[in-house]
């Protein structure tokens, strides 16, 4: 059965500073791979997505994620986070509909 | 472009009664998931329609139904609700079976069960 592990329940980093979330997943065949973002109060949106091809695929925001076959992982990157970037970050895999999502990073920026 | 609409966006209740919650769909989208996100959660895949039909249904009992509308808007039901059921239950929507579609997610409808 397809399942994501986010091993990170909170993050903080400081304004500028880069940042690494991780993400591994367990999926039976070729996967379909997802980085959401939820602001409080808002819905999920979509930061980046792979399904085949290149393995490092960028998204919106100036994030960036890399899929690592050999160790089921897809972590999501940014080089220089900013102060907007505080929020909620969930990792899933699987296909459209029956997504499987992880428990999600909390990250918290400083000033 | 309409985005997602979810109505209501909060609403308690109490343990044994029911609940509908409404999605609209984003123009153009004929598929609709919903999901429920625990405090503290991820969210967890209730059902999905496609046309009207069910497509693909979570680990939840029957107690949480669902329809589509022919103008492709949704509604959830959960009756003989229970202390568990508080959460936010999240719509989100799609074109198509494919398994390239980006969910588009509503700012959900947040349940609290006395």
């Known amino acids: 059965a397809q399942s994501v592990t986010q091993p990170d329940i909170h993050i903080t980093v400081s304004e500028g500073a880069s940042l690494e979330l991780r993400c591994n997943y367990s999926y039976g065949a070729t996967p379909y791979l997802f980085w959401y973002v939820q602001s409080p109060g808002q819905g999920l949106q979509l930061l980046l997505k792979y399904f085949s091809g290149d393995t490092l695929v960028q998204g919106i925001k100036g994030f960036e994620a890399e899929f690592k076959r050999s160790q089921s992982s897809f972590n999501l990157r940014k080089p220089s986070v900013h102060w907007s970037d505080a929020a909620e970050y969930f990792c899933a895999v699987g296909a459209l509909g029956d997504m499987r999502f992880g428990a999600g990073t909390r990250l918290t920026v400083k000033p | 472009e309409t985005g997602v609409t979810q109505s209501p966006t909060h609403l308690i209740k109490t343990r044994g009664q029911q609940v509908t919650l409404r999605c609209s769909s984003q123009?153009?989208?004929?598929?609709v998931s919903w999901y429920q996100q625990a405090l503290g959660q991820g969210p967890q895949f209730i059902f999905q329609?496609?046309?009207?039909?069910?497509?693909g249904r979570g680990n939840f009992p029957p107690r949480f139904s669902g329809l589509q509308f022919p103008n492709y808007s949704s509604e959830l039901n959960v009756n003989a609700l229970e202390l568990d059921d508080s959460a936010l239950y999240l719509c989100?929507?799609?074109?198509?079976?494919?398994?390239?579609?980006?969910?588009?997610f509503g700012e959900g409808s947040r349940l609290t069960v006395l």
């Open positions: 329609y496609y046309r009207e039909e069910e497509n």
């Open positions: 123009s153009g989208h004929n598929t």
């Open positions: 989100a929507s799609s074109y198509g079976r494919s398994n390239t579609g980006e969910l588009f």
